[in-house]
């Protein structure tokens, strides 16, 4: 049930149907495959057709200061998953893949080297890793801080900027990010698709006389549900794994509040500002990718029937207008994908709505999910230390998965429960309990539990709180906070 290492059972995945996208000039940072390994087909393993961009993708990233030049270690990666020697590798449950049995300068060259499904469902199960379809993407993550781009008052007021942040992907600062967001088993996988579809069939010059589409997306929900996050972490994604078609990637934040000025009739005009900017980067060089991504979307596109009835001044109608044009304009560019968010569902404009290609509700976490998210929080505080686990089996990286605990911990008695899986039953309380509370509001429990639940007697020679008392803590937590919502 723990094993870290080596996962034998059988695999269901999605067959790659690769998207065979036309390399263009290799980036400094990015490197790729696009031939996939002709599945061995197994009596354990079932591939099943379902995306464009299913299957198992390795994701190797490089040391910025690695000598090596990334198309050679793209090679070996690629001839290292056709040789059959994969099959002796070592895969622990994030599938993160062991490098120590890989040449020393391979090894030296790359940061970490990730096996990693479209709905990035770990533990893996392989009965043997070079049967896997597999794309390699080979990149370095970038480390420079986001600028922001600022445009030019229109209107005498020299302390007013207006503008977005630029940030260069694929960033350090999103790393892990699209694999620490829980949702529905479907969720991140349609919104990859969708997009990589989307920049497929522009790729490939598809009449847009017959089919439609604006690489538009959409997606609503609640507060604190992962919109953002999750915008950010897919434009990450598609660094990663559109860069042999984009060498490079930009993800550009529009601050939507700052267009709004205080001088009367210049909202419109700002919005056409920003968007003439954003079609220069994007007609300037056509192989990079764009990414804008506008949060509260609303505050932008506020539906034109509620402003007028509200009596709002027609600025803000004019910034609407101004908005909708300018997405049609730039639609006629292949290489930008349009990302909005919003929690106001009624409030965004109809005819914005109408032109987004995929809208994704995103809803409060269900139960796996809420499991899912406070074990993450767990393994963290057991990685650094806070948390001790007097079971040394039960390591952070070993915590009972969610379908370890409903499909075999639930149904035994009590005393028949192993340690882990004890721990695994606790946890499975506090999720429960914790139904209605967003993916923001459950990460932010663990500190309140520590602070507010724990009590320092409980603690360890070496100042750690035993897992079992943490336990008890959080889900002391999680009730107080639910009972505190009521009525507010
Ligand atoms: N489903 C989830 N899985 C894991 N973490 C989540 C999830 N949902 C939210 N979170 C956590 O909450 C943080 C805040 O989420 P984010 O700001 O993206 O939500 P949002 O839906 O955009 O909220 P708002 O509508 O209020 O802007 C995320 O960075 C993440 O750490």
């Given at each position: 049930m723990h094993d870290t290492t080596k996962h034998l059972c059988t695999v269901q995945q999605q067959g790659d149907v690769s998207g065979a996208l036309h390399p263009t000039k290799e980036s400094p940072y990015c490197g790729q495959n696009n031939e996939s390994i002709s599945p061995t087909m197994t009596t354990e393993t079932t591939w099943t057709r379902s995306s464009s961009c299913g299957g198992w993708h390795a994701e190797v990233s490089v040391r910025p200061t690695s000598a090596s030049n990334l198309e050679s270690i793209r090679s070996w990666w690629r001839n290292y998953f056709r040789s059959g020697q994969s099959e002796s590798m070592d895969i622990n449950r994030e599938g993160e893949i062991d490098m120590s049995p890989l040449p020393q300068d391979i090894r030296g060259a790359c940061i970490r080297a990730t096996l990693t499904g479209d709905d990035s469902t770990f533990p893996v199960s392989f009965s043997s890793v070079n049967t896997i379809p597999c794309d390699v993407h080979v990149f370095i993550l970038r480390e420079e801080e986001s600028c922001i781009e600022e445009l030019q008052p229109t209107v005498g007021d020299d302390e007013w900027t207006a503008g977005c942040d630029n940030l260069s992907l694929p960033h350090i600062s999103l790393e892990s990010v699209w694999e620490s967001l829980i949702f529905e088993s479907e969720v991140k996988r349609q919104l990859l698709s969708h997009a990589q579809s989307a920049l497929l069939f522009s790729d490939k010059r598809v009449s847009s006389h017959i089919i439609q589409w604006n690489r538009m997306i959409l997606l609503h929900g609640p507060p604190g549900t992962g919109k953002t996050t999750l915008c950010r972490a897919l434009a990450h994604k598609l660094a990663i794994r559109q860069c042999h078609r984009f060498p490079r990637t930009t993800l550009l934040e529009i601050h939507?509040?700052?267009?709004?000025?205080?001088?009367?009739?210049?909202s419109g005009k700002l919005v056409s500002a920003l968007f003439q900017m954003i079609r220069d980067m994007v007609e300037d060089d056509p192989s990079s990718l764009v990414c804008v991504l506008i949060d509260e979307v609303e505050s932008l596109a506020a539906s034109r029937s509620n402003t007028s009835s509200n009596g709002d001044p027609t600025d803000a109608m004019r910034a609407v207008n101004s908005l909708l044009t300018s997405l049609d304009r730039l639609r006629h560019f292949p290489n930008v994908l349009v990302l909005a968010t919003t929690n106001l569902n009624g409030s965004v404009d109809s005819a914005f709505v109408d032109r987004v290609d995929l809208k994704l509700h995103i809803g409060l976490p269900i139960a796996k999910a809420r499991y899912q998210i406070l074990r993450s929080c767990i393994q963290e505080l057991i990685r650094v230390g806070i948390v001790h686990c007097s079971d040394n089996d039960t390591q952070g990286s070993d915590f009972p998965t969610y379908e370890e605990i409903h499909n075999q911990g639930e149904h035994k008695m009590d005393v028949s429960l192993s340690i882990t899986e004890h721990y695994g039953v606790l946890l499975s309380k506090c999720a429960q309990q914790a139904e209605g509370l967003s993916g923001r509001s459950l990460r932010k429990l663990p500190l309140q539990a520590h602070a507010l639940y724990t009590s320092s007697d409980s603690k360890l020679e070496d100042g750690s709180l035993p897992l079992e008392h943490f336990l008890e803590a959080l889900f002391l937590a999680i009730k107080n906070d639910v009972e505190a919502r009521v009525g507010l």
């Open positions: 939507s509040h700052s267009l709004f000025s205080k001088w009367f009739s210049t």
